[in-house]
């Protein structure tokens, strides 16, 4: 069974760029989750997506968001890219089982560099 | 909010050595928890996990972890390490209802052969 697959895994951009990545969950698998990993705030929850809908949402700025299409696949957006933006964007999905939520399978996560 | 406290920021183990990785989270409520692993150039997967009944629960490569209610914890141990078992460990807080888990900061683990 095929992985999580992230596109890109590497990317620069610059301030006020937009950036979208791209993710394929586990076949079978309705929910995506992402989260962000840096070196001084660690993993912090972004966003989830659920049967195409947000079902629940970090703390983070209205530039940031995200989309799940009807085969499960899911997108982020970043907009007006800021330095502070730079990290690794991992994308996770599951299946959601009612009652045993939190068991994830990740990405290798696609790195953004913003100068 | 939830919190999640990893006490040790980086171990550093002989092999065959025991090892026990602190973890506290803040959440009173019932609680889905978490170790996750990244190894070097890897992406991060489960360790193990722990939703309800025996505290005690065991998990791939010899790692297992105790569920205390009244302590608020969900230490990692596991009786002999191997030089292979260096790696990043998050213990994570999950909820229920959703997707969303809230990671402690990490603690390296550097095991010296």
């Known amino acids: 069974k095929a992985g999580v697959t992230q596109t890109p895994r590497y990317l620069i951009k610059t301030r006020g760029q937009q950036v979208t990545l791209s993710c394929s969950p586990i076949?079978?698998?309705?929910?995506v989750s992402w989260y962000q990993q840096t070196p001084g705030q660690g993993l912090q929850f972004l966003f989830e997506?659920?049967?195409?809908?947000?079902?629940n949402k970090g703390n983070f700025p209205g530039r940031f968001s995200g989309r799940q299409f009807s085969n499960s696949r899911s997108e982020m957006n970043v907009s007006t890219l800021e330095l502070g933006d730079s990290a690794l964007y991992l994308c996770?999905?599951?299946?959601?089982?009612?009652?045993?939520?939190?068991?994830?399978?990740f990405g290798e996560g696609s790195r953004l560099t913003v100068l | 909010a939830q919190s999640v406290s990893q006490h040790n920021h980086h171990v550093i183990l002989s092999e065959a050595a025991s090892l026990e990785l602190g973890c506290n989270y803040s959440?009173?409520?019932?609680?889905?928890l978490f170790w996750y692993v990244q190894y070097p150039g890897q992406h991060l997967q489960l360790l193990l996990k722990y939703f309800s009944g025996d505290p005690l629960v065991k998990g791939i490569k010899g790692f297992e972890a105790e569920f205390i209610k009244s302590k608020f914890s969900f230490n990692l141990r596991k009786p002999s390490v191997q030089w292979s078992d260096t790696a990043e460990y998050f213990c994570a807080v999950n909820e229920g209802g959703n997707e969303k888990l809230t990671f402690g900061t990490g603690t390296r683990l550097t095991i010296i052969p």
């Open positions: 996770a999905s599951s299946s959601r089982w009612s009652g045993r939520t939190g068991e994830l399978f």
């Open positions: 997506y659920f049967s195409e809908t947000q079902r």
């Open positions: 959440y009173g409520g019932t609680v889905n």
């Open positions: 076949s079978g698998h309705r929910s």
